[in-house]
């Protein structure tokens, strides 16, 4: 929508606060004459392109306290214009005390539709500073007379005044939101040479708000009224040519460019609020998506709120075109938990793959060679993960990704079975496990089990999907052929894998199952059963990837973990661009 405003400064006004100045904030000396008026309509129609809707606004005085005549005759000059349907209506601002019955009668039939009322602040101590002393029951009054006679209710506040705070303005804004206007303008304190308060602060008794603050307190004053149904029309003084000469404006936030500045900021507090305040270790990149027309609103002036949330996350921001509505996906990598000492080429090639690779530090109570191994500290089923103690940092990484993490019994000894309570398969509704002592939270679990006597369950299987395995256990075999995966296990010679410390490894702890990947820790050619263990997997649909070139090394099972946390959010901002 497109104001033509018409200002009048400081007619009608019933005091001079101490902040204003309104010939250098809309660049007027004198109140116009009804010609001009049409002057400046008939200007102003010149620059109306299609159907855009467009009013006439009188800024800058107390509209219902001129006398009624001059009320008379500047509605006059505009309501032809409103009558040929050129303008679609009128708005003015003015005070709450000056709100009454007749005078937005009047208002109403020359073609008005909203009035705005000088609020500022409703802080008693703020008011009795800016000399514009009132109280929240004739702001109440005003607001209700200006429904009642059908026209449209705004409201303008300014923020940092002398003896506001934050908390002083939130409290200004909630309560103003509850009284339904339509429309909020928000403007943070300048000091205008000439002014009351100019004086206040060559004499140092006011210190205006920085910036930095001001387009902060925008923003969050600005979310209140917008949370509440009002839609803010504008935020921060429009320049103009009294502003803009060298020494108008002594301190404060003036800026071109506030409203812009403070709408993005707001944007970047909703990303925040939506992502959490959290560094997330396996953030990949955060993609927002959005007409191409905001992207400078999103990036923020200078793209400076863009580089805040890359620094902040510590993950790539990127801005990709779609028609309507804004999205944030949060792009995490698949987590990978391995131990440290897994073979360097075969690290770097999950690296490379696209996985955010986390180890398991080494736990002093398992025996050396093992003493990294994830499938001997850890324990997951869907969403339920079961962690040892010494696990907590990566327990925390898990639920940052949407885990249940349950903190379970420590490993006290490196005795075998009393090393071994964490290291059991689950597969589809069974949980392979040995037939002795687990971790009370795994035997806890509703699941079918498969109770077997090969301690290191985990470590001797390859699940392959929900009904398909490889082992090189006898035991866990003959105990699946005779149930849960009957005819969908594959018994494959042991040894051949190599393990630093012990004889040979497992072929589970040389392995890992993603999705559509089973994954080995060296080549199948290095195994005797190889070509069995590969013509196995692909007839199940599978793909597999050998990390590096040499022999099969148990590094302990590799632990895959796809975030859970949703990942793609639709921000639909009630205010336009158009409307800083």
Known sequence: MKIIPIFIPHSGCPYRCIYCDQHKISGTINAPCPEEIKSIIERNLKTIHGNERVEAAFFGGTFTLLPESIQQKYLEAVWPYVK????????MSTHPEAVT???MRLFKEKGGRLVELGVQSLDRDVLKKA?????????????GIVKKSGLDLGVQVMLGLPGDTLQKSIKTAEKLAGLKPKTARIYPTIVLKGTGLGDLFKQGGYKPLSTEDAIEWSAKISDIFENAGVKVIRIGLHPSEGLNLKGAVLAGPYHVSFGEMARSRQMRNKIINILGAEKILNRRVIEIRAPEKLFNFISGHKGLEKKYLEDYYGAKVILRAQSRRITVADKRKTIAIIDPRMPPMAKLRLKKMGYYVAETPLHPRLAGPVQGHPDMMLFSRGKKVI??????????????NGYDCIKGERIKSSG???????DACSIGKYIIRYDGKVEKNIESLKAKFIKVKQGYAKCSIVPIDEKSI?????????????????????????????LPGYKTGFIGGASGSHKDKIFFTGSLKTHPDGKLIREFIEKRGKKIVELYSGPLYDAGSILFFEPFT????????????EAV
């Not at 002393?133 to 607001?143: G, S």
């Not at 962690?387 to 940052?400: C, S, T």
């Not at 949703?566 to 661009?577: D, E, S």
């Open 566 to 577: 949703p990942r793609r959010w639709g921000l639909n901002p009630t205010y336009a661009v």
């Open 416 to 422: 075998y079975p009393e090393n071994i309570i964490y």
């Open 131 to 143: 000399k514009r002393e009132m109280d929240f029951n004739t702001i109440k009054k005003a607001a």
């Open 84 to 91: 040929n349907q050129k303008i679609a209506g009128v708005r």
């Open 387 to 400: 962690y040892e103690p010494r696990l907590e940092m990566l327990a925390r990484l898990l639920r940052d």
């Open 470 to 498: 490889i082992t090189s256990d006898k035991g866990i075999y003959d105990k699946c052929c005779v149930g849960a995966v009957s005819g969908r296990t594959l018994l494959i010679k042991p040894s051949h894998i190599k």
């Open 101 to 103: 019955e007749s005078s």
